[in-house]
């Protein structure tokens, strides 16, 4: 077997779609010292998957379960001297006995892809979020910016919302007197929803699922203030009057994140909010304490909720910011979060059969993977299993 069939034979047994008897040929050539070798180069080169649990981990478990697949016939899973043995000393009756058992295999294992595929056509519904949002205005009217075309969305005294070809909005103005400070526009993002916008005074914003952005039409000349609920990342662009700089404020309930220019993300979804740096620096503010934190680059500012509390830790910040590249990335996070994050994005209800605690997961998964081939690959982990009814998951160990 050369490297190229190996690498067709692994890609299809990692998507389900390999036959019997291409699996324990499969089996065959992997129990030996050049399959396994060619397994090392072939996955450094071609195999390196949208997601990881850690390059030997995957590679391992890959390994196991071919090896330990119920498919294969009991005879070519007693060991690698054995199989070498029993494969070179099969009679001519012998050998039709086995082609008969594969055939049999081969029909029975048809016959239950088949029932898989009908299985999973039930969780073909369950999609990946995608741009979906809209603009709630303060007379409570509305837009759903999935539903219009690329082209002017409001003209209304001098101001100007444009929806752009990229999906995400802009403001422009055509006299800055003529729009009122005091009226706001809200942006809200579904379940399964994600949206960027250019704020009013050029600075943007992503929007993850389940979000809230409220924020004035025209800034006050002293202070530019916004609201979130959700998660959003920012990129604030520095602004002055009268050679003073204009901070830039982002307010959660007792949180408030002072900006004068700079990078960063906000996450208010649970009762920690975490914000964390990416560029420049940013002051926390927390309604009820004294002093503030001032971040670094790296830096996350955790704040409690209940306790009204807050600690500041070092962290890699691509976990925090890998959905703004359509990722979901976890580093030994507990199973609990790691489905909250799932069920927001692909909206989702999702239940735990006993007490996870002590389950926690790190990796990296695409957020545009289908739903099904998702659960598939938390399950390589062999930390849990899930059980599929509709659009709700129950975990189990």
């Given amino acids: 077997m050369d490297k190229k069939e190996l690498y067709i034979l692994v890609r299809r047994y990692r998507k389900g779609t390999i036959d019997a008897d291409s699996l324990a040929r499969l089996n065959l050539f992997l129990e030996t010292e050049e399959g396994r070798r060619l397994l090392e180069e072939t996955w450094d080169d071609e195999l390196e998957p949208a997601y990881y649990i850690g390059d030997d981990l995957v590679r391992s478990r890959v390994f196991q379960k071919i090896a330990n697949d119920s498919r294969i016939i009991p005879e070519l899973t007693t060991g690698r001297s054995a199989i070498r043995t ?9 050998a039709l006995l086995l082609i008969g058992a594969v055939c049999a295999v081969w029909w029975y294992s048809n016959e239950e892809t088949a029932k898989n595929r009908l299985a999973m056509q039930e969780t073909e519904t369950i999609m990946p ?4 949002a809209r603009i709630q205005f303060e007379d409570g009217s509305f837009i759903e910016l999935d539903e219009i075309m ?13 929806k752009r070809a990229d999906g995400s909005i802009s403001y422009a103005y055509d006299d800055n007197k003529a729009v009122q400070r005091e009226l706001y526009n809200t942006i809200v993002t579904p379940r399964g929803g994600e949206y960027s916008l250019t704020l009013p005074d050029g600075s943007k914003v992503w929007l993850n699922a389940a979000t809230k952005l409220r924020y004035p039409l025209q800034f006050e000349d002293d202070n530019r203030t916004i609201e979130l609920d959700g998660e959003a990342y920012f990129e604030i662009v520095k602004q002055k009057n009268e050679n003073h700089a204009v901070p830039f404020y982002v307010v959660s309930g007792n949180q408030k994140v002072e900006v004068l220019g700079t990078q960063f993300n906000v996450n208010t979804y649970g009762a920690m909010y975490k914000t964390t740096l990416v560029e420049g620096s940013v002051a926390m503010h927390y309604k009820g304490l004294s002093g503030n934190h001032t971040l670094k680059p790296s830096q996350q500012a955790v704040f409690s909720v209940q306790t009204g509390t807050s600690t500041v830790q070092y ?4 976990y925090s910011i890998a959905w703004r590249s359509g990722k979901f990335a976890f580093d030994n996070v507990s199973i609990y979060e790691v489905m909250e994050e799932i069920a927001r994005w692909y909206d989702i209800e999702v239940s ?4 996870m605690s002590t389950v926690r997961y790190s990796g990296s998964i695409s957020r545009f993977e289908k739903f099904e081939q998702l659960l ?4 390589w982990t062999d930390l849990v299993t899930f059980k599929v009814d509709g659009r709700r998951i129950t975990v189990m160990k």
């Fill in 86 to 94: 029993k494969w070179y000393r099969i009679s001519a009756a012998a």
């Fill in 129 to 132: 979020g995608s741009n979906r």
């Fill in 150 to 162: 690329s082209d002017t969305v409001l003209a209304d005294r001098g101001l100007r919302i444009f």
């Fill in 376 to 379: 598939q690959l938390i399950e």
């Fill in 352 to 355: 735990f059969d006993g007490d």
């Fill in 315 to 318: 962290v890699d910040p691509s």
